[in-house]
C-alpha cells in the first residue's frame, strides 16, 4: 500500500531564515505527490505537485519541493520564511492502484518574527 | 467560480441523530470526495465517487452513506450520530491533473 510519512510533528523557524517540512513517501511505481497548506479554520489548499520531469518543484507561495527518488524524499522549502507562512502542512501521495489521495499526519510550520 | 462549498459551517448534534453534510462543486469534476480531520491523524477519506451515479468506501465509511445524483452534489449523510463521529469533514473535488480543490469544512459536535 502507497503511504507517506511526516516525521516532524512541528517545525519551528525564524522569519528571514529558510525552511524545510520533511516528507517520505513509500510507493510502488513511480509516484504522484503534493503538497498542500492548512491555514486555521479553512479547508487545504494546493501548494505544489510532483508528477514527472524535473526533481525541483516550484509551487505558490515561493514554495519548493525536491523530489529525491534515491531517499523516497519530497521535501518542501522555502529560502526565506514569513511570519504569514505558519500554518498546518500535508504531503500527499496519490495510490495509482486505487487513485486515492493518502495524506500524511501534517507538520505545523510556525515562524517566529 | 464559488469552488468547493460546504454548509452547514457548524452543527451540534445529540447522539443518534441524523443529518446530511452538504457538498458541491462549480467546476465540473468528475471525482469528488469527503474526509475526515482528526488532531494527530491527517485526512482519512470516507467516501468518494468517480462520477454521478458511482460512489465508493474509503478507509472510515461506517457510520456514514453518500449518493451522487448530479456531478455538482455530493452529500454527506450521518445514519445515527455517535460521538466518535465529532470532527472536521471537508469535501473536496478533484481536477483532471489530479489537484484536489477543498471545501472550507464543516465542524461537527456529537453530544
Keep these: 500500500a502507497q503511504s ?10 525564524a522569519e528571514g531564515n529558510p525552511l524545510t517540512v520533511k516528507c517520505t513517501y513509500s510507493v510502488s511505481g513511480n509516484p504522484y505527490l503534493f503538497w498542500y497548506v492548512q491555514y486555521p479554520n479553512r479547508g487545504l489548499q ?3 505537485k510532483y508528477i514527472t520531469g524535473d526533481n525541483l518543484v516550484k509551487g505558490s507561495y515561493g514554495f519548493e519541493a525536491e523530489f529525491n527518488k534515491s531517499q523516497t524524499s519530497f521535501h518542501l522549502k522555502k529560502p526565506s520564511a514569513l ?10 501521495v496519490r495510490d495509482r492502484d486505487t487513485d486515492k489521495l493518502i495524506f500524511g499526519t501534517g507538520t505545523r510550520l510556525q515562524v517566529f518574527p | ?29 468528475e471525482y469528488m470526495s469527503w474526509y475526515r480531520q482528526d488532531p494527530g491523524m491527517g485526512l482519512r477519506l470516507i467516501h468518494y465517487s468517480v462520477g454521478a451515479g458511482i460512489t465508493d468506501q474509503g478507509e472510515v465509511p461506517n ?14 449523510r450521518l445514519l445515527s450520530a455517535a460521538p466518535s463521529q465529532t470532527s472536521v469533514y471537508f469535501c473536496a473535488s478533484r481536477s483532471g491533473l489530479g ?9 461537527l459536535t456529537v453530544t
Design chain 1, 4 to 13: 507517506v510519512a511526516q516525521p516532524e510533528d512541528q517545525v519551528n523557524v
Design chain 1, 46 to 48: 494546493f501548494l505544489l
Design chain 1, 83 to 92: 511570519v504569514s507562512d505558519s500554518a498546518l502542512y500535508f504531503c500527499a
Design chain 2, 1 to 29: 467560480n464559488a469552488g468547493v462549498t460546504q454548509t452547514p459551517k457548524f452543527q451540534v448534534l445529540k447522539t443518534g441523530q441524523s443529518m446530511t453534510l452538504q457538498c458541491a462543486q462549480d467546476m465540473n469534476h
Design chain 2, 63 to 76: 457510520g456514514y452513506n453518500v449518493s451522487r445524483s448530479t456531478t455538482e452534489d455530493f452529500p454527506l
Design chain 2, 99 to 107: 489537484v484536489q480543490y477543498f471545501g472550507p469544512g464543516t465542524r
